[in-house]
């Protein structure tokens, strides 16, 4: 098998050319370090768009948008570029496909089991009809995803992802004939030119399943990269493409050999690590192009096909955020950007009033007219529309994709900072460090917490958990140092726990969690619990057993006696509890206690220790659960002990501590809705400064690893800042001393009114299965009265134009 390579040579020869005027608006910097200068003109589509279909004349373009919140089907006139319908969706993932004549359009009901069709009529979409796979979730698991029509024997294949099943539909009777076993979650299909073969992506199985129409089973499986997803046939049906996500890749198959004869290394360096997340193909109309869709570069490579086995590539075209779908008509591309063209501030925060949408979650609040923005339905995704670009072209926007990509080789392998620093600047140098505690909370921005603080960018109206509540988290703050420009990588709890313990989140784990997360059924298969949702090399406790180095977890994937990873099994405290809101995080402060006590006493302190304190989340006002207040003052108060504790321990001259939320969800802050507080604590660390540099959840994990040794997991930690500027090579061993809470810990929630019967309906038992923007409104009229309504704080969007010399050109 040959390896085709995106060379350095390339960027090299990109350096001569100029920038030009060829992009949408100035560069757009998000909140994890990388630009978005998306090429084109565009259309706004729905909440993360995922799959594009064009009708068999290509006049149509059919969009399914299934995010967290409002669900959609969206038609669109590809010659005219207008949208000619949109209707909502109880519930929808990835599945579409057009009738031969265009008068029907059949669409993945997801969880419901079901697949709608709709009838077209005038440009306008109506349901019809439905073909019901099964009972709706959770009678029944099936989800069905991608599917394809057969129009000489009017059959409709679907693949599924919850029961890893092919079902057939005779599309005259609308009844399913036959359903057949896949063995793993499937994505789409696709079937041969000869209409014989049916090719399944078992995006949990690494292959390609090969369906026999006549003998109605799977007669062979081809190995691929890890999580293909979407594929493509050539025209006269010789090769299938393979997109695989978890691997950067694409994996061309000879369909009459049925073997994979190349792979075509997607990322925008030679044997990157993880994180370009290949997802989307198309074809020129020659079949001598491929434009392959990088969802986590915000990139399209292009690749010349026109001798498979023989590719090369050509370049890249800069795109928008986060692109899931690439389609080509005649000389046009259409490419659906996931997360649209920026990240902004969420301005329109929780407030009291709220209904319900047609699926009956509460995906709607507003105040007045204006809607609530909570960050899992934040970002809507947009339609990018150009010409395909001539060789010159291609060289100026693949010159500007390399400008947009923080991530380089030199980076991977040789990080920034200083001679001398703590923080070495490469895998295997020394560091006095020896000892990485890493803290994990919940779900909080950085102005509900910090706001107060004087000396950083905080927005005091939107401080909720002052310094009143959270004595430690601002003693540590001005203490040691206080950090007002940190983002997390995620969006949400799902999403969160995978970036902060992998520096990344599979195509797998932003595909799904907002289809639970818009209460649409699905399980919480986030934290270990379902292998398809790992990166292809683990996470960093896989890192840390590949390497050698000790670890050990209390309570993040793992709980109540076992671990949800194999490498966890026999590393991990079976004492400490995991997420359960009735359990103080004082008591688990405790239990890590006498867990730290008794491995210190033989000298077996972990190096790398990961522990979750998550009460910040609160119960909201359920009656009888700890109050608000007192949820937060716990967490501040175990956060202190822990600290205090390690730092009169005889190895407080070899720690680091290390502190932040898993996400930002849980409210709103003034500069962007992925800004949260971030806490560092070590001798090492500059005492009683402020630092305004632009951190991440990935450039925490970069700092930890090079501290223990451990190459970059992804793309993301390799390409971030590590915190090396917070820290000096002149140790202040003076340790901290905790600061008792100001409030009741052990308050309860006692009245019952509005927010206490709103609270009583949450689900508490697992992380973010509460209403996120009712709980926000709950704990605000906590903390300021039944009555009050939460200010909106100010607009900021994230945009950041780039230095003069960009701007000039």
Known sequence: ?????????????????????????????????????????????????????????????????????????????????????????????????????????????????????????????????????????????????????????????????????????????????????????AYTVTLSKNRNLLYISLWGGDAVAVFDVASNKITNTIKTGSHPNEMILSANGKYLYVANANDNSVSVISTAGQRVIESLQTALYPDAPAGSTTNGLALSANNNTLYIANADNNCLAVFDVETPGKSRSEGFIPVGWYPTCVRRIGKKLFVANG???????????????????????????????????????????????????????????????????????????????????????????????????????????????????PHGNGDSSLCIFPDRITPNQHRLSNDFVLLDNFYV???????????????????????????????????????????????????????????????????????????????????????????????????????????????????????????????????GMRKGAYSPYASVADNDLAVGRLVEYISHSKIWKESAIFILEDDAQNGPDHVDAHRSPAYVISPYVKRNTVNHTMYSTSGMLRTMELILGLPPMSQYDAAATPMWELFSATPDLRPYTVLPANVDINERN???????????????????????????????????GEQAVMPAPRRSAFVKLQAAEDEDD
């Not at 339609?383 to 990509?405: A, C, D, H, I």
């Not at 689900?763 to 509460?770: F, G």
Request: net charge neutral; proline share 5%; hydrophobic share 35%.
């Open 750 to 784: 006692t009245a019952w009114n509005e927010s206490a019967r709103r609270s009583a309906s949450f689900d508490l038992a697992h992380e973010d299965r509460v209403p996120d923007l009712e709980l926000n409104e709950v704990v605000w009229k906590a903390i300021r």
């Open 1 to 185: 098998m040959k390896r085709i390579l995106v060379g350095l040579a390339l960027l090299g020869a990109l350096q001569a050319n100029a920038q030009t005027a060829d992009t949408a608006a100035k560069r757009v910097l998000l909140p994890n370090g990388w630009a978005l200068t998306p090429v084109g003109h565009s259309l706004p589509l729905g909440d993360l768009p995922l799959n594009m279909v064009v009708s068999p004349s290509e006049k149509l373009i059919a969009v399914t948008n299934n995010g967290q919140s409002k669900q959609t089907i969206q038609l669109i006139d590809a010659g005219k570029e207008i949208v000619l319908d949109e209707v909502s969706i109880p519930k929808a993932w990835l599945g579409l496909a057009f009738s031969r004549d265009e008068k029907k359009l059949y669409a993945s009901g997801a969880n419901d089991n079901v697949i709608w069709q709709y009838t077209i009529s005038n440009n306008k979409l109506l349901v019809t009809d439905s073909i019901r796979l099964g009972l709706s979730w959770p009678k029944e698991k099936i989800c069905p995803t991608g599917m394809t029509i057969d129009y000489s024997r009017n059959r409709l294949y679907v693949a599924t992802k919850e029961d890893n099943s092919l079902y057939i539909i005779d599309l005259l009777t609308n009844k399913v004939i036959s359903k057949v076993a896949l063995g793993a979650e």
């Open 489 to 619: 990588d995620a969006e949400v709890s799902a999403d969160g726990h995978n970036w902060s313990m992998a520096a990344y989140a599979t195509d797998y784990v932003e595909k799904t969690w907002p289809t639970s997360y818009g209460g649409r059924g699905g399980t919480y298969d986030y934290e270990g619990s379902r292998k398809v949702a790992y990166p292809e090399k683990g996470f960093i406790w896989d890192y840390c057993q590949r390497a050698g180095v000790s670890y050990r977890t209390y309570g993040e994937f793992a709980g109540k006696g076992k671990a949800t990873l194999k490498s966890l099994e026999k590393y991990f405290c079976t004492d400490y509890p995991s997420f359960d809101l009735t359990i103080q995080d004082v008591a688990r402060q405790q239990i890590w206690q006498r867990d730290f006590d008794s491995l210190l006493a033989i000298d077996a302190v972990p190096h790398f220790n990961s522990i979750r304190l998550g009460n910040d989340h609160t119960s």
């Open 339 to 453: 997360k649209g063209f920026t990240s902004m501030a969420n301005p329109e925060g929780p407030n009291p009033v709220s209904r319900k949408d047609e699926s009956g979650s509460h995906l709607a609040n507003t105040r007045k007219d204006r809607p609530v923005q909570y960050i899992a339905g934040l970002f809507k995704g947009t339609l990018s529309m150009f010409n395909e670009p001539g060789e010159v072209l291609l060289g100026r926007w693949s010159k500007q994709v390399y400008e947009n990509t923080p991530y380089t080789k030199e980076k991977e392998q040789h990080a920034a900072g200083e001679a001398g620093n703590p923080i070495p600047r490469a895998a295997g140098q020394s560091s006095p460090i020896k000892y990485v505690f890493y803290i994990i909370k919940e779900n909080r921005t950085y102005d509900q917490v910090l706001g107060d603080m």
